[in-house]
């Protein structure tokens, strides 16, 4: 019997954990041998187009809050009517939907996915604590992400499995080079959420005068963000792009990538920069410090130290020295550890294919 493995995540908007759904389902869909199909608690969203159009069957469940145990019902009924042997979820609204289904279907084998080591909001741990007995296995792509699921919701490290995120680095032009009198384009793509902490990058940029911010996202922080640039008089310097559909085309017009984040799962952007030729300048953060190595394949800086942070930025843009080899040491860490042709046997071991 062919094996079949359902990927079930909260929503398929734009996003960081969409697009790892994405890229795994549709690598790993092999049929007649392995049957991979995608649902989301939510409403369609733009990533489920985005796999549909590659030939494999996506499911919206329609949740109309993460309160909406009817979600569970749709889970159990499409587990039951699909014969899925395999359920692997993301993030923790999927992992708690998939924990009180899996107790209404039988030899189904259930794994969980952690994505974030931000410590807020602190029921998510909690739950997660509760959930994660139901899960054969929990993954999650760095050590960081390892050691906030061992402090907070209690998951040993036998049951863990570090999976990093992936891309293709064939998939990737480089970007131009900077000009060599400026201005020098620095760009953050992401969600404008408070954890990112895009205001300091905002006041950082603001000490330059040769420094560019271009962001590319959007979110709750938008607002801040936009009263913030009105009050330093930078808006000639700053522009909100708002939201894309792929970072590849952002990337194309930045000289660098900054990610002031407080804490992140992984920092998927860092990657696709890397892939891009971009220099990447990350927070000395969780998450982050798992795939920059400061000074070799990027740098790593305290956001707050805003004069530090803005000659990290203008180093990283402007001086060969420092440049050239962030780029060099970048391109060759995202062939040797963060494409899918070294990710996906990791997948396949897990899940037994």
Not at 19 to 43: F, G, I, W
Not at 197 to 224: F, K, N, Q, T
Not at 338 to 348: H, T
Request: overall charge positive.
């Amino acid at each position: 019997m062919p094996r079949r493995i359902l990927l079930l995540l909260t929503d398929l908007e734009i996003g960081g954990t969409p697009t790892v759904v994405r890229e795994l389902a549709t690598r790993l869909h092999s049929p007649p041998d392995v049957e991979v199909e995608v649902a989301c608690l939510s409403k369609w969203g733009p990533v489920a187009d985005q796999i549909r159009a590659t030939g494999i069957t996506v499911t919206a469940l329609n949740a109309t809050s993460p309160r909406d145990a009817r979600a569970i019902w749709r889970v159990v009924r499409l587990v039951r009517r699909r014969r899925f042997d395999t359920v692997f979820s993301f993030l923790i609204h999927a992992n708690a939907v998939a924990a009180a289904a899996s107790l209404f279907v039988g030899n189904v084998r259930f794994l969980q996915s952690i994505q974030t080591t931000q410590p807020e909001p602190r029921w998510h741990w909690r739950v997660q604590r509760l959930i994660h007995p139901a899960a054969a296995r929990v993954v999650g792509p760095s050590p960081s992400v390892a050691c906030a699921a061992r402090e907070r919701a209690g998951i040993l490290p036998e049951k863990f499995v570090v999976i990093p995120n992936a891309i293709d680095p064939s998939s990737f032009t480089l970007a131009d080079p900077p000009p060599p009198a400026g201005p020098y384009r620095v760009g953050f793509v992401g969600r404008l959420d408070p954890i990112k902490r895009v205001p300091l990058l905002v006041s950082a940029v603001a000490w330059l005068d040769a420094l560019r911010l271009e962001i590319y996202g959007d979110g709750p922080e938008r607002a801040v963000i936009e009263r913030q640039v009105a009050a330093l008089g930078v808006a000639d310097r700053v522009t909100l792009h708002g939201a894309v559909k792929d970072a590849r085309e952002a990337l194309a017009h930045l000289h660098v990538l900054a990610l002031p984040s407080l804490a992140e799962g992984f920092g998927l952007v860092l990657i696709e920069a890397m892939a891009a030729g971009v220099p990447v300048v990350g927070a000395d953060a969780p998450g982050i410090r798992d795939v920059i190595r400061d000074k070799e394949n990027g740098l790593l800086v305290d956001p707050k130290k805003r004069r530090h942070f803005a000659a990290s930025l203008m180093g990283a843009a402007m001086v060969e020295t420092v440049r050239e080899p962030l780029i060099r040491n970048g391109l060759r860490e995202v062939r040797e550890r963060y494409s899918w042709d070294v990710v996906l046997p990791q997948y396949r071991r897990l899940l037994g294919i």
